[in-house]
């Protein structure tokens, strides 16, 4: 029960850090591009890469708060930084194919049913 409770608050922050960074980037960069998303996926892929390593690997931490910032924190306040650990792990462990294959079929198919929701939100209105 401690962990859902953990996910969840740790996702309403995130959720609130990324709609105020996101609007703030998007003022300050005033062009007509989405910075505001681009700034949180970047940072929040270095967030997840940085602390999932030193808190596996250097700094023991209860799992409830790793939960906490990297499941429902960063989960929400960015979906690309798991893309990104899972394909630095693939590269880290040899796989250089598999990397690949993982940033091509993340990107495809993201890309590919954003396109379908279009394609279907248009035809339903």
Partial sequence: MMEYLAVMLGGA?????????????????????????????????????????????????????????????????????????ETIALFQDGEVLKGILNILVNNVLSITAGIGGFILARALT
């Fill in 13 to 85: 922050f995130g959720a609130l850090t990324r709609y105020l960074t996101s609007s703030f980037i998007n003022k300050i960069a005033g062009i007509d591009f989405p910075a505001g998303t681009l700034f949180v996926n970047t940072l929040g892929s270095f967030i997840l890469v940085f602390f999932t390593i030193l808190t596996v690997e250097k700094v023991a931490i209860d799992p409830l708060w790793r939960l906490f910032f990297a499941v429902g924190f960063l989960g929400a306040f960015t979906t690309f930084s798991t893309f990104s650990y």
